[in-house]
């Protein structure tokens, strides 16, 4: 089945071999340039220092400017957007521009999939990557709509995306598809 255009409706029945959406956070942006003024603040230190109190607090100054500044740098251009990937057997979500973190979950061990109008930074901690014993992991890159994954082990995985619902529909309709009527219950 070929992929159709965007804004070209599907046949009855049918639907697309690969769903894919994104959340991007451009807020994130002030970060990563606060990050990169730490850097250009260390570099600025190590080429051009009149510091005369001594080598040691000089270097550590230098050190900690630049270790503070990639931190940031990482820590932001991480989590300033996600793309999911929803195929025939898997869902993936990629993290920033390169692609990581990256977590990918065989659709088999997908027990359900239910749309969350609000997901939020606040409860989850802050954006990112994130654990909570009573709540799972999630990838948290905005507030807004997410979706949440139960899977066959008990742990739950959620996500923030545009057009949740329309994520949450294909991924269930692969739940349907699978061989016996329905996902096998295991591990990611």
Not at 94 to 101: S, T
Not at 127 to 141: D, L, S
């Amino acid at each position: 089945m070929r992929y159709p255009s965007q804004g070209e409706p599907l046949p009855p029945g049918a639907h697309p071999e690969v769903w894919t959406g994104r959340a991007t956070n451009r807020v994130q942006w002030i970060l990563a340039l606060a990050g990169a003024a730490c850097v250009a603040l260390g570099i600025q230190l190590a080429v051009d220092s009149t510091w005369t109190s001594g080598v040691a607090a000089l270097a550590m100054s230098v050190v900690g400017c630049l270790l503070a500044g990639l931190l940031i740098l990482f820590g932001t251009l991480a989590f300033v957007s996600v793309a999911v990937r929803v195929d025939k057997d898997t869902l993936e979500v990629r993290c920033g521009h390169i692609g990581l973190p990256r977590r990918r979950i065989l659709l088999s061990h997908v027990v359900e999939a239910d749309f969350a109008p609000t997901v939020t930074p606040r409860q989850w901690g802050g954006y990112g990557y994130r654990w909570r014993p009573e709540m799972g992991t999630a990838v948290v890159v905005r507030r807004g709509e997410g979706v949440v994954l139960r899977l066959g082990d008990g742990r739950k995985f959620t996500f923030t995306v545009d057009e949740a619902e329309a994520a949450v529909g294909a991924i269930r309709q692969r739940l349907h598809l699978a061989p016996g009527g329905g996902p096998s219950a295991g591990g990611s």
